[in-house]
Structures are given as structure tokens and as C-alpha cells.
């Protein structure tokens, strides 16, 4: 209860009721937008978070989040191109709704789905977030190290279907994480006699360059005419009987989404997908899904909005990121000198307790923009690709410019968009590089503290229960990961052609 009030008094806050609203609308586009996911939405976004007051700044960018996710569903109902990749579930039957004439329906359920989903997930994030952050206000350097091992070990070996890639790009972003000065001696490392890099690199600039600077590179490197809406169809909710009838989906979507939400790795596309095997197994009409279902459309899109507020549960308990879109939030976070974790409901509880608030009032907005921006995200799909790729270039230059008024750092964001694009086109994922990013020092820093509390012995990090607990867990994800490729390239019936 003390939770809600605390929450409920921050809803009186015009500047985080400005946040939520500009960041849902902003986000709405952006996920509307074919290619652009949440995660470079809120890229875009975060340059500019610098002069922000802290719980604006986090506010807006979690508001994002959300917009981002409901807007994906868009283009995915009218031209069948899912907007963010959690929307692709989506496509199957909110396509064939709209070739059957009803588009409106299907939006509707899609934003009222997401209405619902987000609601339970806020729930689910007030609930789940304080008592795990009590639990770790014992963790000691140690317990630290551990949770950056298991942080780290979760991500890579969740991030795609080659392992070593996954270990690569993790190690890339550690990398980059020991530029500038030492946690502990204060020595310079690998600076190479420039100034600009005593500081090391902001984790903003390579979050920019990785994940918006290197999707302009790939658009502009495709051939070929767009997609384009010719209907103009108007936002219908279901009836009663019909949202009696998408009631159970949305409750399977619910719950897959809490659990892949707080599971560090997984991610709403997974969720979506999941919520609607399992709608389809249990639901009173399977013979629809795939030929215009409701509920094939309710429960992939229930799930992937909870787990735009599940996913902060890890985030804001332990400081450890699930997904690229909660990496940015964690880099706004920083931003503004903030460390989320342990310490953050004692240190910065205004900034929770103003992201909850936040969060609502986006939740809210969501129905409400999305109702009337929908003629708006029609337009945008509609507008030539270069014209859009210029406006997003602009964006990212003049963000990335004004943290510092230097060039300097616009080079590190456009030599972190050619690394991104080559990762793209290797298949190399981002989220590791991410993670090494900005857990690098949070492992360093803390496995170098606890030796020189130890005397330089390792057996402190056994004697610790809670790191060797950790780090215990840390090796059953990469057992279990490195088993089941192992198991995929020997054991696993290769498809034949007739099956693909």
C-alpha cells in the first residue's frame, strides 16, 4: 500500500505526465515503423535525455518502451510487416482479419490487449521489484562480481542461435569497456595518447551507433518499393461478448509474459509466440487461428506489453538488463549517475516511485494516442523510406553533437554504426556487446575490490554464499546452453526441403 501511495502522489507531476505522454507518442511512431524496433526508438531518444531532470529522463524512455510496442502491431494488421519483431505473432492472424474487411476490429483488440497487458505487467513490477531489491541490499563485492558473471552469462547465451558469436560480441563489449582509466589504480588503458578517451566511451554513443546508425546503413543498402496502406480504417473495440470471449488468451498472455519478462534474455518476441501456441491449444475455436482469430491477435499482443514492464524486474532489482530495449534504459539510468540495483529503492526511490507513476500515465496515453495517431502512423508508413532515413540521420547526429559539442564523439558513434552494421550482417547480436558494455565495469571493478579485501585469495568468492550461489547459476546457464547446441548439431533431424 505504501508503494501505491507513494506512486499515486507523483501522478500530480506535470513534468512526468509530460514524459509519459511525449514518450508513448514518440514511441507509437517509432514502432509503427517498419525496422525500427523499441530499442532504436529509444536510442534515438537518449542523446537528448542528458539535460533531462533524471526521473523525466527514465520516464520518458520507458514510455517509449511501451508506445513502441503496442505501435509495432500497426503495420503488421495493415501491410502484414510487423513493426517491432514481438509483433510478428501478430501478423498471422491480424493480416488475415484485415483482408476480411476488419481492420478497425483488429486494432482494437490489439490496443485494448495491450491496455490490459500493460496493466498487469505495472502490477507485476510493483509487486516483484521492491522485495527482490531487499533481498539483495545483502550482496557484498563479491555477490557483485557474481551477478555481472551471471548478467553476462544469461545474455550470451540467449542471444541467438550461435553460441560463440554470442560469447564474441560479449567479450567486444568488454573490451570497449577497459578504455580510459583504471577502476582502481587510475592508470590510463588503451587511450592511445588521446584525451577525449581518459574518460572512457559513453555507453550512449556506442547504444546509438550500434543499434540506430547501423539500421540506416542496412535500409540504405536494400532495393526495392515499400509496402504502402491504401485503406484508411478507424480503430473499432470488441463488444461484450466478443471480449468475454478474449478474456481467457489475455489471461494466458498475462502470464507467459510475467514469466518471460522476468527471465533475463527472453524477450517479448518469444512471449508472443508462446502466448499464442498456448491460446491456440486452449482455446474453444483453434480451427480460426491462422484465418483471423481475435484471440490470435489478443494474446500475442497481451503478452509482449507485459513484458514491456515484467522486463524492469531485473532491471530495477539487480541491475542486470533482459533485453536491448531495457540496455537503453539501463544507459539512461547512468546518464544521470543513477546505478540501478540494491541501492536504488534507498538511494533514488524518487526515481521509482516516478517510474511507476510514469508508467501508468503512459499506459493510459497509450489508448488514447493510439486512438487518434493512428491516421498519423498510417502517413508514416506510407512516406518514402529516404526521406525518413534523412530525418532519423538528422536526428542521431544532432543528438549524439549536443552531449558535448565535439565531433570527436560523432566519430565514435559512426565507427560503432559500421561495427554494427558488419555484426548485422554476420549475424552477430547486439545485446552481448551491450551487457559487456555496461556490466564491464561492474565486473572489473568488484572482482578487483573483493582480491584486495581477500589478500589476493580466490576462495573468497566460495566463501561468499551468495556469489557462489551466482556463480553456480551463472555455470548451469552456460552448461545448459552449450548442451543444447551440442544436442542441436549432432542429435537434431536436419529438415528436408519438403519440410521447409
Known sequence: METIALTAAYLLDWHILLAALAGVTWGIMGGALPGISPSITMALLLPFTYTMDPTGAIVLLASTYIGAEYGGSVPAILIRTPGTNAAAATVIDGYEMNKQGKAGLALGISLISGFY??????????????????????FTPMAYFALGILGLSVIATLSGENLIKGFIAAILG????????????????????????????????????????????????????????TSRPRIQFPDWKLTKRLFPAQMIGNGIGTFEGVMPGAGGTIASFMAYNEARRWSKHPEEFGKGSPEGIAAPETANNTVAETALVPLLSFGIPGSNSTAILLGGFLIHGIVPGPMLFERSGEVVYGLYAGLFAAIIGMVIMGFLMLPVCIWLVNRPRPYLNAFILALILSGIYSIHNETFDLGIMLAAGVLGFFMRMLRFPFLPTVLGLVLGYLVESNFRRSLVLSGDDYMIFVDDRISLSLLLLAFLFIAGSIGKHVYDAFFRKPKTVSES
Do not use: Y
Not at 497487458?117 to 545483502?138: D, K, Q, R, T
Not at 577525449?196 to 536494400?222: D, H, N, R, T, Y
Open 117 to 138: 497487458g500493460s496493466m498487469f505487467g505495472l502490477a507485476m513490477l510493483m509487486a516483484l521489484s521492491g522485495p527482490l531489491a531487499l533481498v539483495a541490499l545483502n
Open 174 to 229: 568488454l573490451m570497449i569497456a577497459t578504455i580510459g582509466s583504471d577502476p582502481v589504480t587510475g592508470g590510463t588503458r588503451f587511450t592511445f595518447g588521446s584525451s577525449e578517451l581518459l574518460g572512457g566511451i559513453e555507453p550512449v554513443m556506442i547504444m546509438v551507433g550500434l543499434f540506430a546508425m547501423s539500421e540506416l546503413l542496412i535500409q540504405a543498402s536494400k532495393r526495392g518499393a515499400d509496402e504502402r496502406v
